[in-house]
């Protein structure tokens, strides 16, 4: 049995963002943000369904899925692969428009409802030596959460090592799923929770169509070839500060793995 990794922008959407199956989302958003009882999400509107997408003209945007509850609480979750300059103000921007696109000039403040912004993030961010962090607007005296309707919820995956042994939560099982499905063979026998179950099986290869694994191998490539430019960029970067200090041009090839022409090629462009 093989499974895709979830971190990529189609399986994601795909897994997440599933009409048909709501049950995985609801069971995500309940774990994350440790509902329960009546305090338990038991229904989503998906308010960007899962579609696939054309990839004819390049690069694919399937970043997140939005979902509203059956209190209209609104949800935001999002895998976040690369870590981006001005990451935490893109994140306050996003859920504070999100927040007031709502209602109009003249409506009620009333009206507005709650954001949840789940990142899930595959590099770190805060000094919490945790995987999931909760952030949340509070008195820097008393602690009081006065003002609610925004709250924003981390899971860095960098900080999650636990083993399949160790999972001990239901939370702790979606994370492990993110993370590792890709590298799994069966779906671990302590996963009882349906959505979850649910999302292994929405995670299995053989269960994609040709033109899911086509668009699934396509963003695989585009990764490939965006962590490529960037290596090569910091490489350039590199041997030009060696060329400042007047190092030869083969040890500089040497050092950074460009070739002795690319070096030479930076060299005439001083």
Known sequence: ??????????????????????????????????????????????????????????????????????????????????????????????????????IDRGDLYEKLNPIFFIGILDFEVTQNKDYISRHKIIDTQTSENFIKDIEFNFIELPKFNKQEIELTSVIDQWVYFIKNAEDLEVI???VKDKGLKIAYEDAIKYNWTKEELDAYDYVLMREQDDRGVISLKVKKEIAKKFLSSGSSVELIALNTGLTIEQVKKLQAEK
């Open 1 to 102: 049995m093989k499974f895709v990794d979830v971190k990529n922008d189609i399986a994601f959407r795909k897994i997440f963002g599933n009409e048909n199956k709501k049950e995985i989302l609801i069971s995500f958003l309940n774990a994350v943000l440790m509902l329960e009882n009546d305090k338990k999400i038991i229904s989503v509107d998906i308010l960007t369904p899962y579609q696939l997408p054309d990839l004819k003209g390049g690069k694919v945007t399937i970043v997140d899925v939005k979902a509203k509850d059956q209190s209209n609480k609104n949800y935001i979750v999002e895998m976040q692969v690369a870590e981006v300059d001005g990451f935490d103000k893109r994140v306050l921007y996003y859920a504070s428009k999100s927040y007031s696109s709502q």
């Open 188 to 190: 671990p026998e302590n």
